[in-house]
C-alpha cells in the first residue's frame, strides 16, 4: 500500500518573515499520521521554514536546483546546498520551468540523476498542454516525458521517486482535471514505469496529481488507484492546504 503524498508548491510567493508565519498557520492543520506532507519554498524562504518545522513531520522541499556541484553557474542552487539546509525533496520540470526558463526533458533528466546523487528525492513533473490533449496525444506526450526523465535510472532510485503529472491546461486555471481525466494518465504513467522497470518500482513510485487542486477536489482525485496524493499549488498558500491534506476525513464526512 502506497503512502499518500501531498506537497505544497508555493512558487514565488512568500518572504521569508511571510513564510514562517504561513508555516506556524498551516502546522496544526497539516498533521497527519497517514499522509506525507512537503512544503516545497522559494530557496529564500528554506532556511527559516526548516527551523520552523523542527519538531514536526513536515517535510522541505525545493521548488528546482542545477545539475552540477558547485562552479560558475551565476544564480544557480546546487544539490548539495539544498541537502545542508535540510531539504528532502526538490521539484524537477516543472511546466513553468520549462517554459520560461528553458527546461528540457534532458536538463531534466540530468537534474533527476544529480538529486538521487545526494539522495534529494526528486518530484518529477510531467503533463500535457491543451492543444496536445485535444489532439490526442496526451499519453505519447507523457510517456515520452517519463522516458526522458527516468534515462539512466536504477530501478532502486526510481522507486523513490515521485511523479507529478500536472496537465498544463488545469495549473493556475482552476479548471482542474476530473478525477478520471487524471486517472487514466496516471495508470499509463504507472504502466509506462511498468515496462521500464517491473512491477515493484510500478507498484511503489508515487504519482501525484497536480493542477487547481482544492479541498473539494482532492477528496475525489487521491481516491482514485493510481493517484498517490496531489502537487498544490495557489491552495496551499490557505488554510485549505489544511484540508487537502486530510481529504479522507472529508470523504468520511461525504459519504
Ligand atoms: P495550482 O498549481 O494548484 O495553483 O494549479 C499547481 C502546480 O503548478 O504545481
Keep these: 500500500m502506497r503512502r499518500k503524498i501531498v506537497a505544497g508548491n508555493w512558487k514565488m510567493n512568500k518572504t521569508p518573515s511571510e513564510a514562517v508565519a504561513l508555516v506556524n498557520e498551516l502546522?496544526?492543520?497539516?498533521?497527519?499520521?497517514?499522509?506525507?506532507?512537503?512544503?516545497?519554498?522559494?530557496?529564500?524562504?528554506i532556511i527559516p521554514v526548516v527551523e520552523a518545522v523542527k519538531g514536526t513531520k513536515i517535510k522541505i522541499g525545493a521548488e528546482n536546483m542545477y545539475f552540477e556541484e558547485n562552479g560558475a553557474y551565476t544564480g544557480e542552487v546546487s544539490p548539495n546546498m539544498l541537502v545542508d539546509a535540510g531539504v528532502t525533496y526538490v521539484i524537477v520540470g516543472h511546466s513553468e520551468r520549462r517554459e520560461h526558463f528553458a527546461e528540457t526533458n534532458e536538463t531534466v533528466n540530468k537534474k533527476v540523476l544529480k538529486a538521487f546523487e545526494h539522495n534529494l528525492i526528486p518530484i518529477i513533473c510531467c503533463g500535457e498542454t491543451l492543444i496536445q490533449r485535444e489532439q490526442g496525444v496526451t499519453i505519447d506526450f507523457v510517456r515520452t516525458q517519463i522516458k526522458s526523465a527516468f534515462a539512466r535510472v536504477p530501478a532502486s532510485n526510481a522507486k523513490k521517486a515521485i511523479i507529478a503529472y500536472e496537465p498544463i491546461w488545469a495549473?493556475?486555471?482552476?479548471k482542474v482535471a476530473t478525477p478520471e481525466q487524471a486517472q487514466e494518465v496516471c495508470q499509463e504513467i504507472r504502466s509506462c514505469i511498468r515496462e521500464l522497470y517491473d512491477d515493484e518500482t510500478a507498484d511503489m513510485i508515487?504519482?501525484?496529481?497536480?493542477?487547481?487542486?482544492?479541498?473539494?477536489?482532492?477528496?475525489?482525485?487521491?481516491?482514485?488507484?493510481d493517484i498517490d496524493g496531489g502537487l498544490v499549488g495557489g491552495a496551499s498558500l490557505k488554510t485549505d492546504f489544511g484540508r487537502i491534506v486530510n481529504y479522507d476525513r472529508q470523504l468520511a464526512y461525504r459519504i
Design 171 to 174: 495549473i493556475g486555471t482552476g
Design 206 to 225: 508515487r504519482i501525484q496529481y497536480g493542477g487547481s487542486v482544492n479541498a473539494d477536489s482532492a477528496p475525489f482525485l487521491f481516491s482514485q488507484p
Design 27 to 45: 502546522k496544526p492543520l497539516v498533521e497527519s499520521k497517514d499522509v506525507d506532507v512537503v512544503f516545497c519554498v522559494p530557496d529564500i524562504d
